[in-house]
């Protein structure tokens, strides 16, 4: 009876390799590859500096118990929130695809603006925003998340990626100073 138990036991592990050439299928497990990928981000978000990682809510300008979603009065703001509800691949990934991220900004007039942006955009806010802000309000703008080449299509880091812009352009959208500049209105309406 002992034996009979042993013997299934061992019957539903895999063949023992004996030095011979083992083929592995020709095909990728997505959500094995997506779960791999979650992990490598968690470590490397361990790693990140305090400053790096993205909390609920973009970090008061004024104190800690005062936050930008609370900001409800007189303002040339002009966005009351900010999300990033999703993002899409455009092209094929041979002859030149491109990521769409859907970023949905609800004025203070109570409009839902949903402005297409690529990467590529958020990059050039950034640089605008550094080029033509004064100095004491640059510290405010957090840095933008990093690129990655090899990971650009793969559906975890698109998400993480879209998590990191969203935080990003909160900080400077609802910021009551950076959130008002031309720059920003342009950026939004283009």
């Known amino acids: 009876m002992q034996s009979s138990s042993v013997q299934s036991h061992f019957s539903s592990r895999p063949p023992q ?3 011979l050439l083992v083929l592995i299928p020709n ?7 997506s779960r791999l990928y979650d992990e490598l981000e ?3 978000d361990v ?4 400053a790096l990682q993205s909390p609920r809510g973009p970090p008061s300008t004024y104190s ?7 900001h409800v009065g007189q303002s040339s703001v002009f966005s009351r929130d900010v999300r990033i509800s999703g993002w899409t691949s455009v092209g094929d990934q041979l002859g030149g695809a ?6 949905a900004i609800h004025t203070k007039e109570g409009i839902t603006v949903h402005a297409h942006k690529r990467f590529s955009d958020f990059v050039e806010l950034y640089h605008t925003l550094k080029r033509t802000l004064s100095h004491d309000l640059l510290h405010f703008i957090p840095p933008l998340p990093p690129k990655s080449p090899f990971a650009r299509y793969r559906p975890a880091f698109l998400d993480h990626r879209r998590r990191q812009l969203q935080y990003w352009l909160c900080a400077v959208l609802l910021h009551p100073e950076i959130g008002a500049c031309e720059a920003v209105r342009r950026w939004v309406l283009d």
């Open 98 to 103: 491109f990521v769409v991220y859907d970023c």
């Open 27 to 33: 095909r990728i497990d997505v959500e094995e590859e």
């Open 42 to 44: 968690e470590d490397e």
């Open 17 to 19: 390799n004996d030095g």
């Open 64 to 70: 800690h118990d005062i936050w930008l979603g609370d």
């Open 47 to 50: 790693n990140e500096s305090p």
